[in-house]
């Protein structure tokens, strides 16, 4: 056999002395065709095989040594057990035959490595687990209050924001009917940018170790201009605070609001009873300094402008802003799917202008598909597709692949049926291999990352405790298939909203799967499994499939008009209801294995919701926020209208407008422009 790293055939020779002139020749015609046949390779093909035996090297010697963006990163090959094995962190083939290393390197690989099948990253990160937890609920002060409570004493603070209805519908606080009920109930009221400084004060937005995620569809535009914001007038309090200029700055937002004769904003958490500024466990107070003004206001404009450019450059997170789906299955739009598509190519736009690299302007969402009623397949198919559609809209708007493809990210339900297990490997594979092949995208464009959230329609409210042995098999899953961040659902969430309990319990399951269960010290299980093998190239092609049938119905958009996606997502939720209630599908504590007294649905003891005490907080917020800006907002909108009309960059505008002007005066005033969402019956 040739040796790998050389790829030539060694002289013959018998016990050490050469060979007759006859073998010798046929030696000389033997090499000569298998120096031909090697001139055929592909040029990849012959440069994996030359570095195979180096590969495996690298993975079995005491560190693997790789760089990311310049920074040179090393980490230990080997994790010793209690029995003191050495217990390898990626496991290597042990393939000989060139035919088997070729086809697994270019259908597998190590993990980084393309097709990034494994995974898009060698290792994963040494000091934070991919732990993100949903949280929201009441006003910006309870859910900042539950977010240190779930990062108090992690190495990282991995932050996911639910919004109430109010918010998703680009609705403020009111005292109508329809809304007065739902403000702060199953999400977190934000009207404000002052609401947005709140919610995520006491993090430092642009640390490394703090990422911010968004669950915001229809107004995503408006609140992650709130976002970032709150994230350079935090740079800006950084600064104050490192300059000794606190004392000067009070002085002067004391004559801000002294001249307008109102009182100041205030942090208060009226829900816990806590005075006014009364802080949480683990909140340090930044954010809260330049409550109530923009940084410009306190701070020269050189100055602010350097603070905007560190922010944006560094802050780290996701908004969802995923239109596609919202119309084939969680129903939030508000926005014709037309204009909404434009402000989402004006988010990207302003990213690449301003250099805004760590913070992913959409999350292409699987997970409402599943929740609605999708099976894994379709839930995959139906993602990526809405994937490629935002790849064709913004190359359409003159956008490069590289510019952009980087700040995509996707977000999947895990359940129990055996496609999820390797959702996360066929994603990376079909998504590389057509950003590589198709886009001429580079390798950080190839690379699919992803957010797991188990899976909420397999929560029962029947025996309850069972749900936590369902969600903790589905985050082992997700943790196995090298997802970038999972979110586990508490197992009290079928009838209420989490409570810290719950919610303790939920995060431990993966923790404890991270950090004692020992097989997940090795990072690539799946890899060399037949069955995995077998379930991944079975997904990929049913995944093909479902992409040539939205083809023929005139690709994902020509479809939505066909109401396709909506309709195959109720058929195959029927067939699970069915099958459900019939008993045909198992499910423990359910329909089989029933208690004594059957299993009966359980009632909550008491249904966590926003307070009367909350909801007129935020009423009364809101109004002292109009009342204050009064004589700023009109012009402001007006700006905001004028720009939608005249084609220009509509989120570069509402980064403005949105220290002026509430949530539901920019959705109002872009109604005006850009329409309202009607579904097509």
Known sequence: MAEFETLTLSPPHVNG?????????????????????????????R????????????????????????????????????SHLKIPKIATPRFHDWGDIVRWAMQENFPGKFPYTAGVYPFKRQNEDPTRMFAGEGGPERTNKRFHYLSYGMPAARLSTAFDSVTLYGEDPDRRPDIYGKIGNSGVSVATIDDAKKLYSGF??????????????GPAPMILAFFLNAAIDQECEKYIREQGLVEQVERRIEEIYRALGLPRPVYRNVAAGAAAGE??????????????????????????????????????GTVQADILKEDQAQNTCIFSTEFALRMMGDVQEYFIANKVRNFYSVSISGYHIAEAGANPITQLAFTLANGFTYVEYYLSRGMHIDDFAPNLSFFFSNGLDPEYSVIGRVARRIWA????????????????????????????????AFNDIRTTLQALYAIFDNCNSLHT????????????????????????????????????????????????????????MEFQRLNERGGVLGAMELMYQRNKIQEESLYYESLKHSGQ????????????????????????????????????????????????APAALQRLKDTARRGQNIFDTLMDVCNVCSLGQMTHALYQVGGQYRRNM
């Not at 079995?60 to 760089?67: A, I, R």
């Not at 430092?204 to 569809?217: F, G, K, Q, R």
């Not at 466990?281 to 100055?303: F, K, M, S, T, Y």
């Open 17 to 45: 002395h050469q060979m007759s002139s006859t073998r010798a020749a046929a030696y000389d015609a033997l090499r000569a065709e298998y120096e031909r046949l090697l001139a055929q390779l592909e040029p990849d093909v």
């Open 279 to 316: 802080l949480p466990q683990g909140h340090n107070g930044l954010g809260l300094l330049l409550l109530g003004v923009r940084g410009d206001e306190v701070l020269p404009a050189d100055i602010y402008a350097e603070c905007k450019r560190r922010a944006l450059q560094t802050v780290r």
């Open 204 to 217: 430092d937005l642009c640390a490394p170790t703090t990422s911010v995620s968004m669950t915001i569809n």
């Open 433 to 464: 291999k057509a950003i590589k092949y198709k886009y001429g995208g580079n390798e950080r464009s190839q690379m699919l990352k992803y957010h797991i959230q188990t899976s909420g329609r397999s929560l029962h409210a029947q025996e309850i």
């Open 47 to 82: 440069s994996l095989l030359e570095r195979w035996k180096e590969e495996l090297a690298a993975y079995q010697g005491e560190e693997f040594v790789y760089t990311v963006r310049g920074r040179e990163i090393r980490v230990r090959n080997h994790h010793e057990s209690l």
């Open 585 to 632: 599908l198992p499910i423990i504590g359910v329909n089989t294995f029933l208690a004594k007294d059957g299993s009966p649905t359980i009632v909550p003891g008491e249904v966590i919701r926003s307070t009367t005490e909350e909801k007129e907080q935020q009423i009364a917020n809101l109004e002292a926020f109009r009342q204050r800006n009064a004589e700023r």
């Open 489 to 544: 659902n508490a197992y009290d969430e079928a009838i209420t909203t989490p409570t810290e309990e719950s919610v303790r319990r939920a995060v431990a399951i993966q923790l404890i799967i991270n950090k004692e269960l020992g097989l997940a010290k090795n990072e690539n299980p799946w890899q060399g499994s037949f069955i995995i093998e077998e379930l991944t190239d079975l997904v990929e092609e049913a995944v093909y």
